[in-house]
């Protein structure tokens, strides 16, 4: 049997409603139809919040993907304010994120120095490295990648 729905051709097998769908790599896939849902989630109601010194991290579970929300205050070092609480001297998860508002400056282990201001995307591999604040307003950034394990016990 063949249903024609609002996402193209289903097709029913053992009772179940399938879509055969491409990935963005154009690997083929099969959706299960019969429970398909769309999921709405705001950080006001966060998944979970880990809180340090100056901080907030605030995760969202949507579909399979983590995201965090990071809030630091003016004055937040991570060396300082998350490092001893995950025992840890310098963060070695890898990010992908866009700044919300506020400066924030990553260091790398190498020394380099990179400044991520509002609007910008970014891209911080799984080395050690630090941040921290710049100036007396607070920072905001989302987090698409990593989320799932920064700052956690």
Not at 44 to 59: M, Q, V
Request: overall charge neutral; proline content about 5%; charged content about 25%.
């Amino acid at each position: 049997m063949s249903v024609v729905s609002f996402f193209g051709s289903t097709k029913s097998r053992n009772g179940l409603r399938e879509k055969e769908s491409k990935d963005m790599f154009g690997s083929h896939r099969r959706i299960d139809m019969t429970n398909l849902q769309v999921i709405q989630k705001r950080f006001e109601n966060p998944d979970e919040t880990r809180n340090f010194e100056l901080g907030k991290f605030e995760i969202v579970q949507v579909g399979n993907m983590t995201i965090g929300r990071a809030t630091y205050q003016p004055g937040w070092k991570w060396s300082t304010h998350v490092g001893p609480t995950v025992g840890e001297k310098r963060c070695s998860v890898e990010h992908v994120g866009m700044v919300i508002s506020g400066i924030a400056t990553v260091e790398l282990e190498d020394g380099k120095v990179i400044e991520l201001h509002p609007g910008a995307m970014f891209y911080v591999p799984a080395v050690p490295h630090d941040s921290w604040v710049v100036g007396n307003t607070p920072y905001v950034s989302l987090h698409f990648l990593g989320a799932d394990h920064y700052a956690k016990k």
